[in-house]
């Protein structure tokens, strides 16, 4: 049985994703121990973003190379699109780095947007996300409507173009905002793999 809080989050994915996202969720919310924020206090992503036109979660961590080279990118973007009304998350994915790195890493790179912390990837399950750093954008419904790259600059591991040719999150958000379906749903994200990240 879930406990009261668990319940709660469950009950409130099931009212606003439908199909196949709430019953992701519900699977996940069951054995989840939580999103939290950089003191460890559980973080109820859709109830804080339930007035918001899109909610964008990035994931990311410390350590990555290819995430750091995109902060000036984000950095943009959130400047962009916050006053629009789109929610921004960084969600920090390594459970083996601490509040102060991560904290660190934030006032290196100049983020000013909301973090979180996904230690046991439930965010990233939900998402189906697999590498850092990788977007994905819920819609004002909390539907999934966009998750990859956030543009192509990087071919391949190593292998960057000096200039994106395609800008994909911000091309999605401006779809979601016009309310219009996301014309390229899920794009290939290069980056450092997810899989072995647990706690």
């Not at 400047?79 to 009304?85: C, L, V």
């Amino acid at each position: 049985m879930l406990a009261p809080a668990a319940l709660g989050v469950w009950l409130l994915f099931q009212l606003t994703l439908p199909g196949a996202a709430a019953t992701a969720f519900a699977q996940s919310a069951a054995t989840a121990t939580g999103v939290v924020d950089l003191n460890d206090r559980p973080v109820d992503l859709f109830k804080q973003t339930s007035d918001a036109k899109a909610t964008v979660v990035v994931f990311t961590m410390t350590d990555c190379p290819i995430s750091n080279k995109f902060a000036p990118e984000l950095r943009r973007l959130y400047q962009r699109f916050a006053p629009a009304g789109v929610r921004f998350f960084l969600a920090y994915v390594n459970p083996r780095e601490s509040p102060d790195a991560v904290r660190q890493h934030v006032t290196k790179f100049s983020y000013t947007m909301p973090v979180i912390r996904d230690l046991d990837h439930e965010l990233v399950r939900l998402a189906g996300a697999t590498v850092s750093p990788e977007a994905a954008v819920f819609d004002a419904r909390g539907e999934l409507a966009y998750r990859g790259r956030i543009d192509d600059r990087f071919v391949s591991f190593g292998v960057a173009r000096p200039a994106p040719t395609r800008r994909d999150l911000e091309d999605a958000l401006s779809e979601v905002l016009a309310h219009r379906p996301v014309s390229t749903p899920r794009t290939h994200a290069i980056g450092c793999y997810l899989a072995d990240l647990v706690r």
